[in-house]
């Protein structure tokens, strides 16, 4: 608050000096409050609560060495600027002046024009540092309201999460029974198998969601058994014959006997992921392949399609979660959440595995490693 109706007070048992420092002050629209002993400065400070105070060292009975550090413990007075004035021009009375909690020191005589200059830098920089409270203050107070939407928003997600995944479930296997059901007309099964399509879709979606977060918390770890690939694969088929045919694609699985040690529900929605993803790139008449070769003691699948690719620009991106890129129009597109290959890349890695992109011409070839 340096506008002229700052008020500053002049502790200095001197009255010479008290006028002179009031006239200074005074004329420079300051409105100014006089003590002639510290005890009389103290009471003062308290009852006007000035913005600066002007402190003689040396006075009679409480001198201004006490004065300085009393005013510090009042509450409020800690952030108030005290600037000394003294005779005494060596470096000990300065260092106890900083000691005392001083913020400046001016040696008598005081020129009119150095007060003026040192009360105004006083008043600025305590205007300043009670700004940067305020800042700190604010950006504090924000940081904590982040925090608290972001643990709320965590929560929330999980409940949602959790609560769909059984839901879902039970859906899923009410459509089975349902296909079972060797009375059911045809027309009836088809639609059946539709809803069994588009179930697994959002239980995928869920599933992707769940791990994401799992991994997030650092508690996504595989459960590794011994996997049969071509019977994992097998259900693989199952899955998706449907869809590949109503589409006009063809899905072939080259999957020779094979084993890996590895977390089969995992891989097996990896696996679902990347043929999903193929599935939707995918232009009529083209087919899906997904095969498998162990090497060098690693087994390596690949899910290729003859759709646009993914340019080489962009096969780490696709990785990272809601990432989805621009195909052409023709590609239909069905209410994904770019979550699915960071899905992949979390549970491949959870398995000390790797994967990557690389050119089908035309086309995209999805490759993972799992160590054997
Ligand atoms: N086989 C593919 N051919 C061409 N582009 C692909 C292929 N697979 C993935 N992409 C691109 O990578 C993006 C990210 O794929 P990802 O599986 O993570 O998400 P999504 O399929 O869009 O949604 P979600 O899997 O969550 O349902 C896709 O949106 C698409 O642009
Ligand atoms: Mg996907």
Known sequence: MDSPQAKIL?????????ALARATLEDEGYSVLLAATGESGIRLFEEQRPDCLLLDVRMPGTDGFAVCARVRALPGGEHTPVVFLTALRDVETFDRALKAGG?????KPVRPAELVIRVRAALKLRRMSAELAEHYALVRQQ??????LTLQKERLT????????????TLDLYAQLLLEDRTLPER??????????????????????LDISKSEEGQLTPARADVDL??????????????????????????????????EDLLRRVLENLVDNALRHSPE???????????????EIRVADGG???????????????????????????????????????AVEAHGGRIWIEDGRPGAVFCLRLPA
């Open 158 to 169: 999980s409940f949602v999460v959790h609560d769909l995944k059984s839901p879902v479930n």
């Open 103 to 107: 913020d400046d020191f001016l040696t």
């Open 10 to 18: 002049v502790v200095d048992d001197n009255a010479e000096n008290r």
């Open 230 to 263: 071509a019977a994992l694969v097998e259900e693989i088929r199952e899955a998706f014959v449907m869809r590949a045919k109503s589409a006009g694609l063809g899905l072939r699985l080259e999957v020779g006997a094979g084993r890996v040690m590895a977390d």
């Open 285 to 299: 008449g083209s087919a899906i392949i997904l095969c498998s070769v162990q090497r060098e003691g690693a087994v």
């Open 143 to 148: 940081r904590d309201d982040l925090m608290r």
């Open 188 to 209: 009836a099964r088809t639609s059946v198998r539709h809803i069994r399509d588009e179930v697994r879709s959002l239980l995928r979606l869920v599933l992707n969601l």
């Open 308 to 346: 646009p690719g993914i340019e080489p620009d962009a096969r780490e991106r696709v990785f990272e979660r809601f990432v989805q890129l621009e195909h052409e129009p023709t590609v239909k597109r069905r209410g994904g959440r770019g979550l699915g290959l960071a899905f992949c890349k979390l």
